[in-house]
T-cell receptor
């Protein structure tokens, strides 16, 4: 299995631009999670989906952030407009519902200048 | 609410010595506990979990962890450290059945000294 796939691996953009991060979960997994990792705040859960439905989005920092999961094999996290404080590594993870461990992708390193 | 504390930001151990990375948790209900490892520029990798049953759980790469309910702890251990064990280690907790939201600790950087 290819594991969780994220793209792009690195993104550099200017403040005010729209950023879209993409994730393909492991085939057959029906839960998908978006995390953000920074030195200051550590690893934070932003949102998670089960069977393509958002279950908990309490970690989404503000309205500039949105996430979608149009089907079982694809999810996006969008930031519009981006700000320098959004700079972080964004991870996607997936798991089997009823399973326990989450499998993480390699992450997208976002830099907003 | 659920939370995890990793009291040590950094742990240094000589190669071949036993290692311990500490974790305490707080959760309302039965805890599901996890350890993950992160190597530089990589995503987190699952090491082991405690769901129920034996308090001592064994995981990948020779790691084990002991669940202690009275002390609300879940310390990660290995009898003999390898240089390749050097990495960032995260403890995580979630409430049992129905809630998939994991709360992670702040991480402990483990350095094995040759």
């Amino acid at each position: 299995d290819a594991g969780v796939i994220q793209s792009p691996r690195h993104e550099v953009t200017e403040m005010g631009q729209e950023v879209t991060l993409r994730c393909k979960p492991i085939s057959g997994h029906n839960s998908l999670f978006w995390y953000r990792q920074t030195m200051m705040r550590g690893l934070e859960l932003l949102i998670y989906f089960n069977n393509n439905v958002p279950i908990d989005d309490s970690g989404m920092p503000e309205d500039r952030f949105s996430a979608k999961m149009p089907n079982a094999s694809f999810s996006t996290l969008k930031i519009q407009p981006s700000e320098p404080r959004d700079s972080a590594v964004y991870f996607c993870a997936s798991s089997l519902k009823g399973g326990h461990e989450q499998y993480f992708g390699p992450g997208t390193r976002l830099t907003v200048t | 609410a659920q939370s995890v504390a990793q009291p040590e930001d950094q742990v240094n151990v000589a190669e071949g010595n036993p290692l311990t990375v500490k974790c305490t948790y707080s959760v309302s209900g039965n805890p599901y506990l996890f350890w993950y490892v992160q190597y530089p520029n990589r995503g987190l990798q699952f090491l082991l979990k405690y769901i129920t049953g034996d308090n001592l759980v064994k995981g990948s790469y020779g790691f084990e962890a002991e669940f202690n309910k009275s002390q609300t702890s879940f310390h990660l251990k290995k009898p003999s450290a390898l240089v390749s064990d050097s990495a960032l280690y995260f403890c995580a907790v979630r409430v049992g059945f129905g809630n998939e939201k994991l709360t992670f600790g702040t991480g402990t950087r483990l350095t094995i000294i040759p």
